[in-house]
């Protein structure tokens, strides 16, 4: 069959020009690979990743006696209790633990390290415990 085919010029020409085509290709890439080894390309070397985001250390807060660091909460911010509060805390009777998080004293939201300092005397604590995510108010007296 691939006899009849061919017994035109013009088919020969085009399967001739094909097998060319094919070989010089072939060629190509052999040469290609000689110089770069297995892979017909460069090798891509891509950037290193960068390493892991490092949290922010903890803070103390002396009116407290904790240690915290601040988390988005809603569209203002959080303090996430980092450790036990403090045998003498005001904050030891309510039974806080690592992972709770102090949504705001008297009502006003915690943006930076001063909102949480500034409060003395008696104060509103509304919180959230890390395991029932309901909040909770206590008052305490921060001598």
Known sequence: MLGTVL??????????????GVVSLLVQNAGVRAQYGRRPYPQVY??????PYDPQP??????LKIYYVFEPYYNSQAIRLTAYPA????LAPLGLAPGD???NLDGLPLNT?????????????????CHSNFPDTATVDLH
Request: hydrophobic share 40%; charged share 15%.
């Open 87 to 90: 045998p003498d805390s005001p």
């Open 7 to 20: 017994k035109s010029k013009p088919a020969r020409m085009i399967t001739i020009a094909m097998v060319a």
């Open 101 to 103: 998080r102090i949504i």
């Open 46 to 51: 891509y950037p290193v990743p960068a390493p």
């Open 58 to 63: 903890p803070v103390w807060a002396e009116n």
């Open 113 to 129: 390290p001063t909102d949480v300092l500034s409060h003395r005397y008696l104060t509103t604590v509304q919180y959230l415990h």
